[in-house]
């Protein structure tokens, strides 16, 4: 079991050294050789390089400057002070209390049902 486990390790540590350049002579031209008849390998090389990329994008990566508290204050309170132009006119028969008790109403109603429809109740 051993056997059939450790050629392929050791092929898949000799594609990730070939992708970091860490092969020179012979290695690398079995490596090379490798790559040309195996699709399956270019594959592997084409993701180990793109996972390459994503890690050193993610380690150049900036963090923005910290936002200035003042200004972002003012821009909530400048947000929450203006009146829009165009205001929905809300029905006064449903208001968000009207809506939530309806729907506690039916809620109970159902589960009543379902408890007496068991013979619970």
Do not use: H
């Not at 996972?51 to 150049?60: E, G, K, M, P, S």
């Amino acid at each position: 079991m051993l056997d059939m486990w450790w050629p392929r390790r050791r092929r898949a540590s000799a594609l990730s050294a070939f992708a970091d350049g860490e092969l020179t002579g012979a290695a690398a031209d079995r490596v090379a050789e490798r790559l040309v008849f195996d699709a399956a390998q270019r594959q592997k090389l084409d993701d180990l390089r793109r996972v390459d990329n994503i890690a050193a994008a993610a380690l150049t990566f900036s963090p923005a400057p910290e936002p200035d508290p003042e200004a972002s204050a003012d821009a909530v309170l400048a947000r929450l002070t203006k009146v829009p132009t165009s205001a929905p006119v809300a029905s006064r028969n449903w208001t968000p209390t009207v809506v939530a008790s309806v729907g506690l109403l039916v809620t109970a109603g159902v589960a009543f049902a379902g408890l007496k429809r068991r013979g619970w109740v």
